[in-house]
C-alpha cells in the first residue's frame, strides 16, 4: 500500500491544522493507522493511532487535543489537530499496519508516507 501524507503547514500558536493520509488498494478497511512524528534532533515519535475497527489511542502529549478518524469510503485517515503548540512542530508521518490492530510501536507499521511539515508559531 502507497500512503500519501497532506495537509501540513504553517500556524499560529492555538490554531487548527488538519493532516489527511491518502491510501493506496482496496484493503484500507483492514488496516491500522497511525500518525507519527518527528522534531528536529529528536526521534520519531508516536501521536494517535486507530485500527480496523475504529479504536484509538494517543499520546499523553496530544490526549484532548487531535482527533483521529478515517474514511474507509476514500481510503484516508484523517488527524484533526486543535489548540496547537510550539512544541507540535515536526513533520508528521502516517503509516499502516496489516494487522488492523492499532499500537504506538512504530516497529509494527510495514508502511509509511512520505511525511508532512507542521510548524507552529509562537
Known amino acids: 500500500v502507497q500512503l500519501q501524507a497532506s495537509g501540513g503547514g504553517l500556524v499560529q500558536a492555538g490554531g487548527s491544522l488538519r493532516l489527511s493520509c491518502a491510501a493506496s488498494?482496496?484493503?484500507?478497511?483492514?488496516?491500522?493507522m497511525a500518525w507519527f512524528r518527528q522534531a528536529p534532533g529528536k526521534e520519531r515519535e508516536f501521536v494517535s493511532g486507530?485500527?480496523?475497527?475504529?479504536?484509538?489511542l494517543y499520546a499523553t502529549s496530544v490526549k484532548g487535543r487531535f482527533t483521529i478518524s478515517r474514511d474507509n469510503a476514500k481510503n484516508t485517515v484523517y488527524l484533526q489537530m486543535n489548540s496547537l503548540k510550539s512544541e507540535d512542530t515536526a513533520v508528521y508521518y502516517c503509516?499502516?499496519?496489516?494487522?488492523?490492530?492499532?499500537?504506538?510501536?512504530?516497529?509494527?507499521?510495514?508502511?509509511w508516507g512520505q511525511g508532512t511539515q507542521v510548524t507552529v508559531s509562537s
Open positions: 503509516a499502516a499496519d496489516p494487522s488492523g490492530l492499532a499500537s504506538s510501536r512504530a516497529y509494527k507499521y510495514d508502511y
Open positions: 488498494g482496496r484493503t484500507f478497511r483492514i488496516y491500522a
Open positions: 486507530i485500527s480496523s475497527g475504529g479504536s484509538t
